[in-house]
């Protein structure tokens, strides 16, 4: 395959809500969208770094330079077999998984709608539908976190996941227990502790998480390895596991007995079924993360979702959590049942709402 041009757009979408972690809140997503053409046809990305370089390294100015100057002049007309060799026409930029995440999942999408097939199958995905959770930001007090909970328990999610840091952690967590004892609930500090704080953090135990995402520090395994064994709360990586080698070894070190697998994190779907089929042959569950992602992005998350080893309910959920209105048709919804059924369309199955995207597009820039 080939392809002929790449758009660059960047939509500036307000959050419904802010959504806050540990490392700030964000009200407004800044996010970037791949469109590469083909063939006279169209496959579509989402970069899903934040806007500015605190998750990690990445933000959205970073990538738009790196996709508009290096990355996308270097693959425009450039001939791959399929988009599982796209690696091999990539530039050897180190690091960047999100941009060339984004890029590598339009390329997915596009080979898909070439083939006249839904990504879903075209990845290797088995599942019609997929289970789904939520992820509640650290709220302004207790009484509006319950608010929150008791609204996605009642829309039928699967399990809670709230985000938690030094100050609003376990006396959080006895208040949501205390109302919600039977839910499958667990918390992500996204990097708030260190191993000082073992202690402390053997307080969750109390709880019966279904696991601790990301203690501590974002590029940690070993101290992880550590805190596992003193901890009865699973622990699971989100922000170290950016390869496969992390993940084996997170693995060998017993550092983790799950992994949050993102598709932007890890540069891809080639990266991600990696991760899930040497998570699959250890005997370790995986799901599907969230970034605050558009439909595109969510629509792809989709997809990876339906892997044979994500058996877990992922931060995967309804658009109205996150727009007023979504840039695909129709928006992603969730069921009673808390899961998202799966579409038989080609590509990434939904529609695109053009107008609404040119509405939203604050800059634009095409290669090729
Ligand atoms: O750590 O999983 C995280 C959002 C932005 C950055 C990091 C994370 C998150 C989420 C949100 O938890 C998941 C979602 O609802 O998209
Ligand atoms: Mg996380």
């Known amino acids: 395959m080939k392809i002929e041009k790449i758009t660059l757009r960047q939509v500036s979408m307000p959050l419904i809500h802010f959504f806050e972690t540990s490392f700030g809140r964000t009200t407004q997503r800044e996010i970037i969208l791949l469109e590469v053409l083909g063939e006279g046809l169209s496959g579509w990305g989402e970069v899903t770094c934040g806007e500015e370089p605190v998750y990690s390294e990445e933000w959205v100015d970073g990538a738009w330079m790196l996709l508009g100057d290096m990355i996308g002049p270097a693959i425009v007309n450039r001939h791959f077999e399929s988009a599982a060799d796209f690696c091999e026409i990539i530039p050897a930029v180190r690091g960047h998984n999100m941009a060339k995440g984004g890029l590598e999942a339009a390329v997915w999408d596009l080979d898909a709608r070439q083939a006249g097939a839904p990504l879903y199958r075209h990845i290797g995905g088995v599942r019609a539908e997929i289970p789904c959770g939520v992820s509640i930001g650290i709220q302004d007090s207790i009484d509006e976190l319950l608010e929150k909970i008791a609204v996605e328990v009642e829309a039928g999610y699967q399990r809670v996941k709230i985000k938690i840091k030094p100050g609003w952690d376990l ?57 596992q064994a003193a901890l009865e709360t699973p622990i699971c990586l989100d922000e170290s596991i950016r390869s496969v080698r992390h993940a084996g070894q997170a693995i060998e070190l017993r550092a983790c007995r799950m992994i949050n697998v993102k598709l932007g994190r890890v540069g891809g779907f080639g990266e991600a079924k990696r991760i899930h089929d040497a998570a699959e042959a250890a005997g370790m569950p995986v799901w599907c993360g969230g970034m605050l992602e558009s439909g595109i992005g969510r629509a792809h ?50 529609g695109l709402d053009h107008d609404y995207i040119a509405h939203l597009t604050t800059r634009q820039r095409e290669i090729g």
């Open 171 to 227: 006396d959080v967590l006895r208040w949501v227990r205390d109302r919600f004892p039977g839910i499958k609930l667990m918390a992500d500090a996204n990097s708030a502790y260190t191993l000082s704080d073992v202690d402390h953090l053997k307080g969750l135990d109390e709880f019966y998480l279904m696991m601790i995402e990301q203690p501590l520090a974002c590029d940690d395994i070993i101290d992880h390895g550590k805190l």
């Open 301 to 350: 998350n989709i997809a990876l979702s339906t892997l044979p080893d994500f058996v877990l309910p992922g931060d995967v959920s309804a658009s109205k959590r996150y727009w007023e209105r979504d840039i695909i048709t129709p928006p992603v919804e969730v069921t009673p049942r808390g899961t998202i059924e799966v579409r038989e369309a080609p590509g990434f199955g939904y």
